[in-house]
């Protein structure tokens, strides 16, 4: 049985169902049916709807016919970079790129565009500029990155162009699209702390912000730069600034505050820091700001004759299973002192590792007065200067009294955050734990590979840029009490792909199946999902015989 295209005198074609059959070993055929004129048949649509009816009783033959005229090279990332747009877009993000971008108008390419592809490739395939330019867009879907080939040059120009309007970038970053949550409210909490972001490089730039200092990586073979940053209690960016290499991290208070007071007309906050960050400038720059402070405090720092009472446990009161609290005047302010069985018992556990190493090290090299670098190793030794160091057994003594205890100093008063509640606050501190975990782990903000201070501070834009989208996400599904996170959920939106089928002379753009993941992400985020069919490209196929 086969289709049969006959023509009439006149020369129209019709569609006929013929049968072929064997009578006395000679081929005959028998028409069963005649479906009617052919162009009658295509310009009514009538043939196509024919052709669905009749294949759903031959998909099999259906298979077979199409991978004889599909092709599929190779699929591109989708998911990751529409989540990313749409949540631009949500933030107003994208209009202020738009903005920038409208007011130059001699650009080559579109900066807009060039800044979203960069944060895009945060989540999807953190690389270097170089590398986004030459690779990492062959493998986004065309219809979402209205990009090319990026030459190096226009991607080094697009971030300086942010570096010209980062102020204008970060207003709209912390306003958060008009929400302005933080400031709105009579009472909230902001946590500041500060990490090391390190480069490929042993050079160092007088002057600049690329220096070698403190690493805390662990990494003082190379130079980098410290970020100062502000979250609130969603773990969202609020302020944050770069710093040289060098800079102590109590000293970047001061202007991290200038800057954040400057920027924004705030209510009253509460500032919380850790113990590296306790220091008279510091004290005296919060109160200037009138911003209330809980900042942790190193007790053993405090002149013993003033701390001969700090480790007096008779003095607390029990709050709970191994855990002891007590306050006292300090100063003009209060001084909440904690006594906790889990500090304890991981204090005395970091001490017998620091002994440990110490031990080893004098075993192997007796006269080690070289490799003693790191202060938690002097404290613990005698003998150092004359070239005969050992273990000194007193200061060991000394630091098991102070096992299990903490300080934590505000100026709140006790009506308005009662010690529990001053405690509680400080251990928020996490929060911004996380967002230094998740900028240096999955969005790789370092190493770094610009050399100039405008784009090391770009490229760090970026980064926050990215960090602040991916924090939104998370409140979104801790709202939602979802049982997937962030990280869980770009992982899964990398195997939502576009993927282009030839078929003869079109090409039709598909998306495949979402994962579970990904589905669920979408739902809490109320973005629809892309279209099952993206695009189709070039003329309908029909087949004549």
């Known amino acids: 049985m ?12 019709y569609l006929q169902i013929v049968r072929s059959y064997r009578e006395n070993g000679k081929v005959k055929q028998e028409l069963l049916f005649t479906l009617g004129r052919l162009d009658t048949l295509v310009s009514t649509g009538q043939l196509e709807a024919i052709v669905t009816a009749l294949s759903r009783y031959c998909a099999k033959q259906n298979l077979i016919d199409l991978t004889q005229d599909v092709s599929i090279e190779k699929v591109y990332y989708l998911g990751g970079a529409h989540v990313i747009r749409r949540l631009l877009e949500r933030t107003g993000l994208a209009k202020c790129f738009e903005a920038i971008e409208n007011r130059h108008e001699r650009l080559e390419m579109s900066w807009k565009e060039i800044i979203t592809a960069m944060v895009c490739s945060r989540f999807i395939e953190p690389c270097s500029k170089r590398r986004l330019g030459k690779e990492w867009l062959k493998k986004i879907y065309p219809g979402l990155l209205n990009l090319g080939d990026i030459p190096l040059t226009q991607l080094y120009r697009s971030m300086d162009y942010l570096h010209t309007h980062r102020a204008e970038v970060e207003t709209v970053l912390f306003q958060r699209n008009g929400e302005r949550d ?5 009472l909230d909490v902001v946590f500041y702390d500060t990490t090391t972001l390190r480069f490929e490089s042993v050079v160092a730039e007088k002057e600049r912000l690329r220096q070698f200092g403190y690493s805390k990586e662990n990494r003082s073979d190379c130079t980098q730069v410290v970020l100062g940053l502000l979250v609130d209690r969603d773990g969202i960016p609020v302020g944050y600034q770069l710093f040289p290499g060098n800079t102590y991290d109590g000293k970047s208070v001061p202007a991290l505050l200038e800057k954040f007071k400057e920027k924004f007309s705030i209510g009253r906050i509460i500032f919380v820091a850790d113990r590296g960050m306790l220091s008279e400038a510091n004290l005296a720059s919060l109160r200037q700001a009138q911003m209330p402070f809980i900042i942790g405090m190193r007790l053993w720092a405090v002149p013993e004759g003033k701390r001969k009472d700090f480790y007096n446990k008779a003095a607390y009161r029990s709050i709970g299973k191994g855990l002891k609290i007590r306050e006292m005047r300090w100063g003009e302010d209060r001084l909440i002192l904690t006594w906790s069985q889990d500090r304890a018992e991981k204090d005395a556990q970091a001490r017998e590792d620091t002994l440990e190493r110490i031990r080893q090290k004098l075993k192997n090299y007796p006269n080690a007065k070289r490799f003693v670098t790191r202060s938690a190793y002097r404290h613990y030794l005698k003998g150092l200067d004359e070239g005969n160091p050992t273990i000194d057994y007193q200061a060991v003594d000394k630091a098991k009294r102070r096992d299990g205890f903490f300080g934590i100093l505000t100026d709140l008063p006790a009506d308005e955050l009662i010690d529990q509640e001053i405690v509680h606050r400080y251990k928020e501190l996490w929060r911004i734990e996380d967002a230094f975990g998740e ?3 999955p969005l790789e903000t370092r190493p770094m590979f610009h050399w100039t201070d405008r784009r090391i501070e770009s490229h760090v834009l970026v980064c926050v840029l990215a960090y602040y989208l991916e924090a939104i996400i998370t409140r979104v599904f801790r709202q939602k009490q979802s049982d997937i996170t962030a990280t869980e959920f770009f992982r899964s939106l990398n195997d939502v ?16 199946e979402l994962p579970t993941v990904a589905a669920k992400g ?3 985020l109320q973005i629809k999902p892309p279209h099952r069919i993206l695009e189709i490209i070039g003329p309908p196929v029909v087949t004549q015989n």
Request: proline fraction near 3%.
């Open 2 to 13: 086969f289709i049969r295209v006959n023509r009439n005198a006149k020369g129209r074609a």
């Open 182 to 186: 933080l400031f709105n409210q009579v």
């Open 439 to 441: 900028m240096k782990g």
């Open 497 to 512: 792909h576009a993927v282009p089928i030839q078929v003869r002379s079109s090409k039709v753009w598909i998306r495949n």
């Open 522 to 524: 979408y739902q809490h």
